[in-house]
């Protein structure tokens, strides 16, 4: 067990929450649990051009739907509060200028114009403009101005950005160095990086100042993230260096690739092949566009969060399934694999189908409850979760039973053309008006009499079983499909049974 670990998930809200964010979110919500640590979610939105009204909310609510919800974030145990970046941004300013006045940052006044000068003229000669150590003498910023031309021009209201000091050839090392918890040993070389900028000239810090000053303010012992975060390790390394502050440790995951197993997987593929890429439905405000979600779909919340642990981990056993409980127990980083993991849309069909039977006839029954109240269909509830115990092994989603079930309550309309012409011969109706007789002589109408006295009478006839039960399965329930043919004449009862096999002799 670590001492003091705390986690974060920092999304940005500009959208709906991907289920790549949120399996980041659940390997650190399980790194947390499993070492009694604190789960903090905060919210990075210091890119305001990209920000999205109901996305803050949507990713609250989708935690809280997969039963990983935070300990510590907006509204909730603000120990180290505020949790949203765009509230703490007279914070970031002051550590922008400490890093300048230890000389580890500087100001940038170059023009947009200037730098795409700078960057054409690099292309007609083959090359590539990268804002470093080679050329930062020769632009316009307070390394190559004065200390009055700078004053002057802040005090004027010029425009300027703030950038980082990445590597300066009179220090020692030109390289850093770091342990990923996943990816082992990394190191990178400070010469061919960027002066990245850490504030803007709008005011608001980049996601590296910020993300590196909150981590540092609120405690945060490791640091989850994707993998695609992984370039920018030197620099936010660099900076808690610049700071003199320890850094926290990294593990960066691997991504979800498409289906295909090359590339990240989009909501492009799944709107192709036809599954949901989001943890709810989500609807955008402004251009009123809808992404399906798994909740909307019919997955179960433990089905997302076992397919998602299993994504880029192993147990290190045959173990699939796994609840909640489970998985925090089993959790360990150093069995996060490096490479990416392949999402397989049938495999999350097959998780949800476990989970359907792991549930009890009558959780199941309250969920097809409301299903059929919205087709004007009302029956107790024992009917339901007797109907739910005959059909679910057939089921994926709740969404299934509707078909797998409608017969036991209303009866056929139209009969399965080839069902018909196969099963339906010219004595056949002789054949079940005959039945119509034994059945009304069953007394006690239960699946085992009624099988046993038809049985019974077919022996006795000398014909075949098929040429009875096919005919009376399609007058039931009007195609070949369904549990076992006694279960459901009891089930629809004596009388019922005897008027749709009355009606089939009509029709067909």
Known sequence: MMNNVRVRFAPSPTGPLHIGGVRTALFNYLFAKKNNGTFILRIEDTDQTRYVANAEQYIIDALNWCNIPYDEGPNKNEKFGPYRQS?????????????????????????????????????????T??????????????????????????????????????YDPNEETETIESNDIIRG??????????????FKSDGMPTYHLANIVDDHLMEISHVIRGEEWLPSLPLHIALYQAFGWQAPEFAHLPLILKPVGKGKLSKRDGDKLGFPVF?????????????????????????????????????????????????????????????????????????????MMKKSDAELAELYT?????????????????????????????????????????????????????????????????????????????????????????????????????PFRLSLVGAM?????FDIAEMIGKEETI?????AIETL
């Open 87 to 127: 509230e703490r941004k007279e914070l970031y300013k002051k550590y922008a200028e400490e890093l300048i006045s230890k000389g580890k940052a500087y100001y940038a006044f170059d023009t947009a114009e200037q730098l795409d000068f700078h960057r054409k003229d690099h292309e007609e000669k083959g090359k």
């Open 129 to 166: 403009f990268i804002y470093n150590w080679h050329n930062r003498a020769k632009l316009t910023n307070s390394i190559s101005l004065t200390k009055e031309e700078v004053d002057k021009r802040i005090a004027n209201g010029d425009k300027y950005v703030v950038r980082f000091k990445m």
């Open 499 to 503: 008027i749709r096999i009355t009606k």
């Open 370 to 470: 409301p299903i059929l109240t919205k087709k004007g269909i009302l029956k107790e509830s024992s009917f339901i979760v007797k109907v739910v115990s005959l059909i679910k092994e057939r089921a994926t989603f709740v969404s299934d039973f509707w078909d797998l079930s409608n017969f036991f309550f209303e009866a056929p309309i139209e009969y399965d053309s080839k069902a018909s012409k196969k099963n339906w011969k010219e004595d056949t109706a002789g054949l079940m008006k005959e039945l119509i007789l034994v059945l009304e002589k069953i007394e006690d109408f239960n699946s085992q009499n009624i099988e046993n006295n038809v049985k019974e009478w077919i022996t006795s006839k000398e014909i075949g079983f098929g040429k009875i039960m096919q």
């Open 185 to 198: 040993h990394v190191s990178f070389k400070k010469e061919i990086l960027d002066d990245k900028i850490l």
């Open 481 to 485: 499909k369904g549990p076992h043919l």
């Open 279 to 355: 943890p709810l439905e989500y609807k955008n405000s402004v251009t009123n566009e809808i992404s399906s979600g798994y909740k909307e779909e019919g997955y179960f919340p433990e089905t997302v969060v076992n397919f998602l642990a299993l994504l880029g981990w192993n147990p290190g056993t045959e173990q699939e399934l796994f609840t909640l409980e489970e998985l925090v127990q089993s959790f360990d980083l150093s069995r996060v694999n490096k490479s990416g993991a392949r999402f397989d849309p049938d495999k999350t069909k097959w998780f949800n189908q476990q989970y």
